[in-house]
Nanobody, 121 residues
Framework: QAQLVESGGGLVQAGGSLRLSCAASGRTFRSYAMGWFRQAPGKEREFVAAISWSGDNTYYAESVKGRFTISRDNAKNTYLQMNSLKPEDTARYYC???????????????WGQGTQVTVSS
């Protein structure tokens, strides 16, 4: 059974950095676009970043552009490097995989359970 598992979340002070990882198992996601989304308490889930299956194309929400970097190294792992973190980045972060072209909408086929990121001021 295909599964995505996020890790790397935690508590960090404003201005700090975290690196989130998304490990795939149960199948290869080599030809899948990958995305990161987040959801803060009381808010809707929002797009953060996405990367095409080849890794050649990346997309970012305006709120994280210049601070976050999405990458992938092979068929199994996707990363989100988060620098200059702000309290408003506090949320649960989800990894997702999409069978077809990359998108910034939440129309993804597989989702992980999420990892919590808390940024203190």
């Amino acid at each position: 059974q295909a599964q995505l598992v996020e890790s790397g979340g935690g508590l960090v002070q404003a201005g700090g950095s975290l690196r989130l990882s998304c490990a795939a198992s149960g199948r290869t996601f080599r030809s899948y676009a990958m995305g990161w989304f987040r959801q803060a308490p009381g808010k809707e889930r929002e797009f953060v970043a996405a990367i095409s299956w080849s890794g050649d194309n990346t997309y970012y929400a305006e709120s994280v552009k210049g601070r976050f970097t999405i990458s992938r190294d092979n068929a199994k792992n996707t990363y989100l490097q988060m620098n200059s973190l702000k309290p408003e980045d506090t949320a649960r972060y989800y990894c997702a995989a999409r069978r077809t072209v990359v998108t910034t909408t939440d129309e993804y086929d597989y989702w992980g359970q999420g990892t919590q990121v808390t940024v203190s001021s």
